[in-house]
T-cell receptor, first 111, second 117 residues
């Protein structure tokens, strides 16, 4: 599975959009981009995933560049409860596809 | 969304004893489950892939005789830490993917915090 690069930490003001970048320059054509987050001392929570089209759900939007070498997770109106470590992961789709976690971005939402 | 439950959420044991952690998929069947370990201030590290009805596949550097994995049914996988030592103290997390899911996401348990005295 391809590696990803994310900033170590980011701050965001409450109510503003949080834009979390991720580089995955070695991604293969059959690898999806997944985003998870982990709030302190809890298991990771699925946020969103995509292959090449932009995706949106009730939690966030995922913007993938045309060359698929990078993506951005957007939390449109960040709240204090969005403070967490956000992980960007690329993996092959399928029942055996493993999730290999990198270091992630520690997002702090401040009042 | 699908629910994955782990038990116990916290366990304290004496050095040299064995501890079993259960991972259950509550509302779906999971042919494959994954076990992770997380030390403080670090990311999740994949330990092994648990396959229903067959042997687990361990990641490089993970001792299979130390961390016994059993996936006896489509809804239950267990991780047994044998002869636990203080360095095995960690946060253990399991995840599962619905066997016939078309969406692909893995669902994670709440984690089990092991403290070995």
């Amino acid at each position: 599975d391809a590696k990803t690069t994310q900033p170590t930490s980011m701050d965001c003001a409450e109510g503003r959009a949080a834009n979390l970048p991720c580089n995955h320059s070695t991604i293969s054509g059959n690898e999806y981009v997944y985003w998870y987050r982990q709030i302190h001392s809890q298991g990771p929570q699925y946020i969103i995933h995509g292959l090449k089209n932009n995706e949106t759900n009730e939690m966030a939007s995922l913007i993938i560049t045309e060359d698929r070498k990078s993506s951005t997770l957007i939390l449109p109106h960040a709240t204090l409860r969005d403070t967490a470590v956000y992980y960007c992961i690329v993996r092959v789709e399928g029942p055996g596809g493993k999730l290999i976690f990198g270091q992630g971005t520690e997002l702090s939402v401040k009042p | 969304g699908a629910v994955v439950s782990q038990h116990p959420s916290r366990v304290i044991c004496k050095s040299g004893t064995s501890v079993k952690i259960e991972c259950r998929s509550l509302d779906f069947q999971a042919t494959t489950m994954f076990w992770y370990r997380q030390f403080p201030k670090q990311s999740l590290m994949l330990m092994a892939t648990s396959n229903e009805g067959s042997k687990a596949t361990y990641e490089q550097g993970v001792e299979k005789d130390k961390f016994l994995i059993n996936h006896a049914s489509l809804t239950l996988s267990t991780l047994t830490v044998t002869s636990a030592h203080p360095e095995d103290s960690s946060f253990y997390i399991c995840s599962a993917r619905e066997t016939h899911s078309g969406t692909g996401e893995l669902f994670f348990g709440e984690g089990s915090r092991l403290t070995v005295l």
